[in-house]
């Protein structure tokens, strides 16, 4: 799956995992295309350029010149594109780690509260049994007395 292909609230749609792998994705591609570079480069170089192609030594470089400014050219915006999806692809982490968090301590207050009612409840028939039982005391007592 292609980062550029995906819309801004699909990527926000996607798992930690899943944008991870697409940064993995688009790192490895950037990668190969490096190397592609690399090798095309190595290409240019090892060819022969004659002068009845070239017209002349000056002009046969001046035409390398123009190719490695373009292959120069794409790799930085290739690359530059790479570094703004991944601080993209960061700020949807960041985004989604904060609502995590913001989830868990929801859950965790919820929890405390559901445990204090809890709590409460059976404090009031502890206290309710020892009523009874203080009376039943007395009553068992005035029975045999």
């Given at each position: 799956?292609?980062?550029?292909?995906?819309?801004?609230?699909?990527?926000?749609?996607?798992?930690?995992?899943?944008?991870?792998?697409?940064?993995?994705?688009?790192?490895?591609?950037?990668?190969e295309?490096?190397?592609?570079?690399?090798?095309?480069?190595?290409?240019?170089?090892?060819?022969?350029?004659?002068?009845?192609?070239?017209?002349?030594?000056?002009?046969?470089?001046?035409?390398?010149?123009?190719?490695?400014?373009?292959?120069?050219?794409?790799?930085?915006?290739y690359?530059?594109?790479?570094?703004?999806?991944?601080?993209?692809?960061?700020?949807?982490?960041?985004?989604?780690?904060?609502?995590?968090?913001?989830?868990?301590?929801?859950?965790?207050?919820?929890?405390?509260?559901?445990?204090?009612?809890y709590?409460?409840?059976?404090?009031?028939?502890?206290?309710?049994?020892?009523?009874?039982?203080?009376?039943?005391?007395?009553?068992?007592?005035?029975?045999?007395?």
């Amino acid at each position: 799956m292609m980062v550029r292909d995906l819309k801004k609230q699909e990527l926000k749609k996607l798992s930690r995992s899943e944008l991870l792998e697409m940064l993995i994705d688009q790192t490895e591609e950037n990668n190969e295309l490096r190397a592609q570079l690399g090798e095309a480069r190595q290409k240019l170089m090892d060819k022969n350029i004659t002068c009845e192609e070239a017209g002349s030594i000056a002009q046969a470089s001046l035409e390398l010149n123009r190719v490695f400014e373009a292959a120069q050219a794409a790799c930085d915006q290739y690359t530059e594109n790479i570094r703004a999806r991944s601080a993209h692809l960061e700020e949807l982490c960041l985004e989604k780690e904060r609502e995590t968090e913001e989830k868990c301590e929801r859950m965790i207050e919820e929890a405390r509260e559901q445990s204090q009612a809890y709590w409460n409840e059976v404090n009031e028939k502890v206290e309710a049994l020892m009523s009874q039982s203080a009376i039943l005391r007395e009553l068992l007592s005035e029975k045999k007395g």
